[in-house]
């Protein structure tokens, strides 16, 4: 079975602080998903990367930057948190190339709360 | 561009009743559809998915939905409901063969069972 672990399920920060999500998936995937999650809105994607150093904005990438030095891991870092950044954040993890389904591996969630 | 519409954030039903959660999907190629599940404090996990072939897919739990592109549908349904369906239910859609790799989600529909 696909594993996709995230560093903290519950995170409370302060305003301006520096905060660093991290997601490690164990199924050698290539393509790795952050998304955040806010009620009556589903899941927006934030960042995703396609592999190791690769990155491209999703449609809510401000506030937020990544960094991916190895397959397995995918940090999401909020530069200077505010309060609008509290919400849920899911992590997602896929098998890249033509004939795969596009299936999404997700992890547990981290709940951030920004005071 | 992709879009997914959720008709219902939430739904209730009581137990055994037939659930039916509504899903439309707008997409300039044929796409690749799933539902996906989130149960209290959890990360999303799959239920089924549609890629090509037979229309009418089968899933965990009972579930199955069925693709229909003349009205660019792909609704979830399940015979009897019963109380451990109480969860939040995500339809998503990606186009395949694409630069984009990631899904679009609908807004959810929040499932309650009554007893």
């Known amino acids: 079975d696909v594993k996709v672990t995230q560093s903290s399920r519950y995170l409370v920060k302060r305003t301006g602080e520096k905060v660093f999500l991290e997601c490690v998936q164990d199924m050698d995937h290539e393509n790795m998903f952050w998304y955040r999650q806010d009620p009556g809105l589903g899941l927006r994607l934030i960042y995703f990367?396609?592999?190791?150093?690769?990155?491209e904005k999703g449609d809510i990438p401000e506030g937020y930057s990544v960094s991916r030095e190895k397959k397995e891991r995918f940090s999401l870092i909020l530069e200077s948190a505010s309060t609008n950044q509290t919400s849920m954040y899911l992590c997602a993890s896929r098998l890249s190339g033509r004939g795969t389904s596009n299936e999404q591996f997700f992890g547990p969630g981290t709940r951030l709360t920004v005071l | 561009a992709q879009s997914v519409t959720q008709l219902g954030s939430h739904v209730s039903v009581s137990e055994g009743a037939l659930v039916l959660l509504r899903c439309n999907y707008s997409?300039?190629?044929?796409?690749?559809l799933f539902w996906y599940v989130q149960y209290p404090n959890q990360g999303l996990q799959l239920l089924l998915k549609y890629t090509t072939g037979a229309t009418l897919v089968k899933g965990i739990n009972g579930f199955e939905a069925e693709f229909k592109k003349s009205e660019t549908s792909f609704h979830l349904t399940k015979p009897s409901a019963h109380m451990s369906d109480a969860a939040e239910y995500f339809c998503a859609v990606s186009e395949p063969y694409t630069g984009r790799r990631a899904l679009t989600f609908g807004s959810g529909t929040r499932l309650q069972v009554q007893p």
């Open positions: 990367s396609y592999d190791v150093k690769m990155k």
């Open positions: 997409s300039s190629v044929p796409p690749y």
